[in-house]
């Protein structure tokens, strides 16, 4: 490259001069757009301009007209409060701003009558914008908007940022005077740096402008230096609140970015980070899938009830416990809400639907055969006397119930290899012990103390003696009894026959 093209492109860059026409804040744009801007320029600032929209995706321009650090400083600071969409923080703002009229006058030495007319923009603004924000967070983005791109008001705005800033620096002296440049000493800085129209701010006044409009309510600003610095990235400096030990407070907390270069400040913008949400069913093909938004429900008219049929039951699937497939009854062994199954499969409910009777002598319920698996043994009806409580009203979805599982005085015992060793059974059982263990969590019905001590005191069947339980189902021998044993015959039980009497 020749000599005088190099230096052509550092003057370029050295005296770069901001556009004064357009908006005073502009709409957000691509950064790529500077970096097509600066692709002729010094090779450092096509380095790090070429770098710059692998951070920042857009920037918004604002008009460089002396006051555009303090302009980009003032929207940011409302547009973050918009984004947080907090009513409540913007009314404390509107406070926080009214309260600070008292620091003008006793610190920074203003007349009220010379500033009260540009507090007022600032109230109003941030007034307004807390009406909207509940409603209309877009009508209240467009508001902000057109404030600060009208000249009125916005140089209203920025002016009484200005005050601030002085203001600040007057209170605080000590902090701050080692930072003036060329011995101004503060009143001399504030009357030739600060309160100027048009005055483009310095480092010294944008750490003012921090300190005292966006720390105190826990904003951070990064400034990105796009300058001839080495590097192929441009630097940045990060203005937040930290302890003692340099550590970041809130670190956390809301981050305003601005783009520095040779005096002038924009706006830039990183993309919301996405959200990344695990597939724990992608991972782990046991969670229940009634948490993921990826379940496909078939409606069915006849078990919507009276409920309108454009109803979306994926909604109240979400909720633990609900589900489509019986009135919620006593179970002895818990039931799955949720099938278990691959992703790509839609959503079935369990395929047990009916419940079994809990060992009660006070009552009994029913269950559809026609809901259990075929391999679930079914039993005959039990004495019609009981008042097993049924459907009051026929459903297509629910049978009407054609078998009853008798109720027995006794507990059995506490290993029922009927349902153990059946494979259709003890699939549906989260862990075995459900079925002996007294205090299932699964488990809705829970027996009384008297019923288990009679289980654990049951050691041999019970012989009854009389013809009334001889005859009964609760009797073992009883062909209703679910635990039926027949009676075996042996010639020692009969009674020898009476002998027979001569006859005379």
């Known amino acids: 490259m020749a000599g005088h093209d190099m230096e052509a492109q550092e003057a370029l860059a050295r005296d770069f001069q901001p556009v004064l026409e357009g908006p005073l804040v502009g709409e957000k744009k691509s950064s790529r757009a500077i970096t097509e801007e600066y692709a002729k320029a010094d090779p450092i600032y096509v380095a790090k301009t070429a770098a710059l929209p692998q951070k920042f995706s857009h920037y918004r321009p604002i008009l460089g007209d002396g006051n555009c650090g303090w302009r980009a400083a003032g929207f940011s600071y409302f547009e973050t409060l918009l984004r947080l969409q907090n009513r409540a923080q913007l009314e404390e703002e509107l406070a926080r701003m009214t309260s600070l ?115 105190p309510i826990g904003f951070a600003v990064e400034i990105v230096y796009l300058d001839r610095s080495e590097g192929s990235q441009a630097n940045s400096h990060i203005f937040r609140q930290e302890d003692s030990n340099g550590a970041p407070i809130n670190p956390g907390c ?30 782990n093909p046991h969670v229940n899938r009634a948490f993921t938004r990826q379940i496909s429900v078939h409606e069915t008219p006849a078990m919507m009830g009276g409920f309108p049929q454009q109803l979306d039951m994926a909604t109240l699937l979400c909720i633990p416990g609900f589900g489509l497939s019986s009135p919620p009854q006593h179970q002895p062994f818990h039931t799955p809400q949720y099938s278990q199954q ?75 290899p009927a349902l153990a060793s059946n494979p259709s059974i003890s699939s549906h059982l989260s862990h075995p012990s459900e079925l002996s263990s007294p205090s299932s969590a699964t488990s809705s019905f829970r027996p009384s103390k008297y019923e288990w001590e009679a289980a654990a005191d049951w050691q041999e069947p019970v012989v009854f003696q009389t013809s009334t339980f001889k005859n009964s189902h609760y009797n073992t021998a009883h062909y209703n009894n679910p635990n039926f044993q027949p009676e075996e015959w042996t010639p020692e039980s009969e009674e020898p026959p009476a002998p027979r009497k001569r006859s005379s």
């Open 342 to 416: 691959p992703i790509d499969h839609t959503y079935n409910s369990s395929p047990i639907s009916a419940s079994i009777s809990p060992i009660s002598p006070g009552g009994s319920s029913t269950a559809s055969s026609s809901a259990l698996p075929g391999s679930f043994p079914a039993q005959p009806p039990s004495q019609p006397s009981l008042g097993s409580p049924t459907l009051s009203t026929p459903h297509s979805s629910f049978p009407a119930p054609t078998t009853q599982i008798p109720i027995h005085t006794n507990f059995p015992p506490h290993t029922r």
């Open 101 to 215: 009229n008292n620091l003008l006058t006793t610190v920074g030495g203003f007349e009220e009558w010379l500033f009260e007319d540009m507090v007022a923009e600032t109230t109003n603004l941030l007034r307004d914008l807390a009406d909207l924000v509940p409603s209309s967070p877009h009508a209240a983005e467009e508001l902000l908007r057109q404030r600060f791109n009208n000249r009125e008001v916005s140089d209203s705005i920025v002016y009484h940022l200005r005050l601030l800033a002085s203001s600040w620096l007057k209170g605080n002296r000590t902090s701050y005077q080692d930072f003036i440049p060329d011995g101004l000493g503060v009143d001399g800085y504030t009357k030739d740096w600060i309160e100027p129209v048009n005055q483009e701010i310095d480092h010294l006044g944008m750490t003012l402008l921090i300190d005292i409009l966006l720390k």
């Open 254 to 283: 809301p981050m305003i970015h601005l783009l520095y270069r040779p005096s002038h400040y924009d706006i830039l913008y990183k993309e919301p980070a996405p959200i990344q949400v695990m597939d724990e069913v992608a991972r």
